[in-house]
């Protein structure tokens, strides 16, 4: 068999195994990049004490927390290691995102869904 031949072979293993353990901590650093710019575009709406009608924060940081509920379990097992809670995080932002559609509830809740996200992310605050 020629040389260059046996060096492609050899090759497309470790390129498989990097492609499958490198794409999802890629998506994770781009989720938890929007979740940060989600966060602080929406800071002034998580911190105002009245209630307010903006029905995309809502969705925007369900659907963000859905992801990363949907975070691969070899993943979030290497990443809760590094220190990073990504149940947590995906929990908290939906649970934010309840504190937004219920006006009901005190501005104190989204304080906290919004620390804890930070908190479990490794946010700046």
Not at 48 to 61: C, E, H, I, R
Not at 93 to 104: F, K, M, Q, T, V
């Amino acid at each position: 068999m020629p040389t260059w031949l046996w060096s492609i072979l050899a090759s497309v293993p470790p390129l498989a195994i990097l492609s499958w353990l490198a794409k999802p901590l890629v998506d994770f650093w781009r989720l938890r990049r929007q979740v940060r710019k989600e966060l602080i575009f929406r800071a002034n709406v998580i911190n105002a004490g009245t209630p307010f009608d903006d029905k995309d924060a809502v969705v925007a940081l369900r659907r963000l927390g859905v992801e990363m509920g949907d975070t691969p379990p070899a993943l979030r097992w290497c990443l809760t290691q590094a220190g990073f809670d990504v149940s947590w995080a995906g929990d908290n932002l939906i649970g934010l995102s309840n504190a937004l559609a219920d006006p009901d509830l005190e501005r104190d809740w989204r304080i906290l869904n919004t620390h804890e996200i930070q908190v479990a992310l490794k946010l700046p605050r």
